[in-house]
């Protein structure tokens, strides 16, 4: 699997780390300047849901943790539009060496 950046079109609402921290097996994940337009999302990590946010705003976090260390990482952002529309922005991971 290659490594690639977001895909998606809500990749312009939340910014994904280049890559997963591989000490404490999380991901930082930071709302852009455009995180106004946002109502709600929420995140899962390979189809499992593991946090959610209401009414973010630009340079928030979202720290997902206990990430597994040894397998691939889809992580993906399904947002709500305070326009009454839906976005969705993805980023795939790979697993840490060693």
Not at 30 to 54: I, L
Not at 57 to 69: F, M, P, S, T
């Amino acid at each position: 699997m290659r490594h690639r950046g977001a895909t998606g079109q809500g990749k312009h609402l939340v910014a994904f780390p280049a890559s997963v921290s591989c000490s404490t097996h999380s991901a930082k994940l930071t709302w852009s300047g455009r995180a106004g337009h946002v109502a709600r999302g929420f995140f899962s990590v390979n189809g499992e849901k593991v946090s959610s946010v209401s009414n973010p705003h630009a340079g928030d976090h979202v720290v997902l943790r206990h990430l597994k260390a040894t397998a691939d990482e889809k992580v993906v952002a399904h947002l709500t539009l305070k326009s009454g529309g839906h976005a969705s922005a993805s980023r795939a991971y790979l697993p840490c060496k060693g």
